[in-house]
């Protein structure tokens, strides 16, 4: 499986075989012949960072600015300052409707908000919102293509912090690992060429050989359950329980 942490946040799985993970919504066409990409999409994905920093970062733009450094860098400072889980700060990041599943009407929430919660708190309950839902695409398509997934890349701006890579890790309960690059459109890119322009014979030549390994993250188990309470007894039932008021929301406001 792959997760790219980009501007929008997607879970894929190539396979030789057709199928729809979601009904009616066709996989993408393969680079490599004869196979499919299946992809399940958070549209908003890692653009919620970018929506942090403009709304709450003015702190770490100012320090990077000093610093000579992104902002983003600092961002895993607040991911360390909150325990797994953001005290009960539950985030569901349909910012943008979907087609099916979320549909049109979706809507973004944040639940279990109180007193003792900071910015801090709100910018891990994104991260931690984002991995819960590419959970729900990776079990989703597993399901639907009865193949379980033993093996996670992790791709993409995102993936380049370890706190990030650490919280995914934990949520979805297995080492997720990226490659020696985030850049791995780019990559992906490259192997293509190197294969058209005969450089290798085959995508699993090319890949084997420009895909080099990075760093892997191990989940923790204490974190792993507090995480997946989360995930199968709220997070998981938050579409469900808030669509009725989604709808609502959108006869009354547009």
């Known amino acids: 499986g792959s997760l790219s942490y980009g501007t929008t946040a997607t879970y894929n799985t190539t396979s030789d075989k057709y199928m729809e993970a979601i009904r009616h919504i066709p996989p993408y066409p393969a680079a490599m012949p004869n196979a499919y990409n299946t992809e399940m999409i958070v549209q908003r994905g890692y653009w919620m960072v970018s929506w942090f920093k403009r709304e709450f970062g003015l702190r770490e733009q100012q320090l990077a600015a000093e610093q000579g450094i992104e902002p983003e860098v600092l961002f895993d400072d607040l991911l360390k300052q909150v325990p797994p889980g953001s005290m009960g700060l539950i985030l569901q990041p349909y910012w943008n409707p979907g087609i099916r599943t979320p549909g049109p009407e ?22 931690e919102g984002l991995a819960f839902a590419l959970r729900a695409g990776k079990e989703l398509s597993e399901k639907k ?16 912090s370890d706190e990030a890579m650490q919280i995914t890790a934990d949520i979805f309960g297995m080492t997720v690992e990226r490659p020696h690059t985030y850049e791995a459109s780019g990559l992906g890119a490259a192997i293509a060429a ?12 090319a890949a084997r ?9 191990s989940p923790n188990p204490e974190n792993q359950r507090i995480y997946e309470q989360l995930y199968s007894r709220v997070y998981r039932k938050m579409y469900g329980n808030l669509r009725p008021s989604y709808r609502a929301i959108a006869s009354i406001n547009g």
């Open 106 to 127: 979706a809507k973004g929430a944040m639940i279990g908000f109180g007193d003792v919660h900071t910015r801090a708190h709100i910018y891990r309950a994104i991260i």
């Open 145 to 160: 293509s009865g193949i379980k997934i033993t093996k996670l890349m992790v791709s993409g701006g995102g993936s380049q």
């Open 194 to 205: 190197a294969v058209g322009a005969g450089v290798y014979a085959d995508f699993k030549t």
């Open 209 to 217: 050989q420009m895909a080099l390994p990075g760093d892997s993250f």
